[in-house]
C-alpha cells in the first residue's frame, strides 16, 4: 500500500471513545480550595531541565517567591503559599520517578513577594515581554508543559488560534476560564498577538 493510500483512510483499528461526562462539572460554579498545611512543590515543572532549589530547610518564603530556577530549557518554580522550608528532597513525581521538590510548611499569612505589576505591556518590547514571561514560570497547560517564553519567541506567525477545546473526558477548565474570566484570557491573547505578529492582526 502506498503512503498516500494510507493517509487518505480515514479509519482505524482499536482504541476507545469514552463518554465525555462534561455535564458533571461543566457550568457548576468555581469555589476555592482552602490551603493545606502542608505544600510540596516539584522543582520539575516543565519540559527540560529540573530547577536547581535556591532555599534550603529552615528557610522562610513568601507567597509567590522564586524558589527554584535553573539554565537552558528551564523556568523558574515560586512558592505557592508562605511559610517554612520544610526540606529539600525527592518526592513523588507525575512522571513516576522521584524528583526533587520543596517542602513549605504554610503559616497560612501569604504575604506576596515584591514583584513589582507591569503598569503598561503595551509599552514593553518583545524581549522585555518575554523575560517578564519567563520570570512568571510560564508553560504550557498540556502534556508537554513546555516553557511559554521559548514557544512565544519564534518570530511572526500567520495566524494565532486560541485552542480552548477539551477532548479528555471530564475536563471542563478551559470552558470555566472563558466563561468566568474571560477578559483574562483575552489579555494573554492579546500580549501573544504583540509578540507573534500574526498576518492582519492590526486590523483586529
Not at 539554565?71 to 522550608?85: D, I, N
Not at 512522571?95 to 514583584?115: C, K, M, T, W, Y
Amino acid at each position: 500500500m502506498r503512503r498516500s493510500e494510507i493517509c487518505c483512510d480515514k479509519t482505524f483499528w482499536g482504541g476507545v471513545h469514552p463518554a465525555g461526562r462534561k455535564e458533571l462539572s461543566s457550568g457548576a460554579p468555581l469555589e476555592d480550595c482552602p490551603p493545606p498545611r502542608e505544600v510540596v512543590i516539584p522543582l520539575l515543572q516543565h519540559i527540560g531541565k529540573p530547577c536547581t532549589p535556591l532555599v534550603k530547610a529552615g528557610d522562610h518564603v513568601d507567597m509567590g517567591q522564586k524558589i527554584g530556577d535553573g539554565e537552558g530549557l528551564c523556568v523558574p518554580v515560586h512558592a505557592s503559599v508562605s511559610g517554612t522550608v520544610k526540606a529539600v528532597e525527592p518526592r513523588s513525581h507525575p512522571s513516576g520517578q522521584p524528583h526533587l521538590a520543596v517542602v513549605i510548611e504554610n503559616d497560612f499569612r501569604h504575604p506576596p513577594s515584591a514583584v513589582p505589576p507591569c503598569a503598561d505591556t503595551d509599552a514593553l518590547d518583545a524581549d522585555a515581554l518575554i523575560r517578564r514571561i519567563r520570570r512568571a514560570g510560564l508553560v504550557g497547560m498540556g502534556g508537554a508543559t513546555f516553557p511559554t517564553d521559548i514557544k512565544a519567541n519564534i518570530g511572526k506567525v500567520e495566524t494565532l488560534i486560541a485552542n480552548a477545546c477539551e477532548c479528555e473526558p471530564y475536563i471542563t477548565a478551559d470552558d470555566a476560564l472563558l466563561c468566568t474570566d474571560a477578559d483574562r484570557a483575552i489579555r494573554g491573547l492579546r500580549l501573544l498577538r504583540q509578540l507573534l505578529k500574526p498576518r492582519d492582526s492590526d486590523r483586529h
